[in-house]
């Protein structure tokens, strides 16, 4: 993938932090994660050198939450999304399969990339 990206900026201050890339590296190469989301992967693979984050993700066909950190009732992570995800409860599953119920926020392009998005959810 890389030799794809000749020109790209060589600037490290907007990569992504280093536990998203190393969720996005895992689930590549469990082959779960999406192609559609495959926008962000030089700057995620540029900067994963961290230890796996436990979950890695969790997933719907619309939307993923790379590195899902619980607090209260917020989830915390880096959440890329397409716009039709925009607005909706989504049932989003783990690696494992374990299910949480995710409110999405307004999308107002055709896919987004926003690191430590703050979400809730409603039960798992």
Request: proline share 6%; glycine share 4%.
């Amino acid at each position: 993938m890389d030799s794809y990206y000749l020109y790209g900026d060589t600037n490290d201050s907007n990569k992504p932090d280093a536990r998203y890339g190393a969720a996005a590296m895992a689930l590549i190469d469990m082959e779960l994660f999406p192609v559609w989301a495959l926008f962000v992967y030089k700057d995620l693979s540029s900067n994963a050198q961290a230890p796996k984050p436990d979950p890695l993700a969790l997933m719907h066909e619309d939307a993923i939450i790379l590195a899902p950190v619980i607090n209260g009732p917020i989830i915390k992570g880096m959440l890329i999304c397409k716009e039709t995800a925009s607005n909706k409860r989504l049932k989003m599953r783990n690696e494992d399969g374990v299910e949480w119920i995710i409110d999405m926020p307004n999308v107002r392009s055709k896919i987004i990339a926003e690191e430590n998005a703050e979400l809730t959810y409603t039960r798992f």
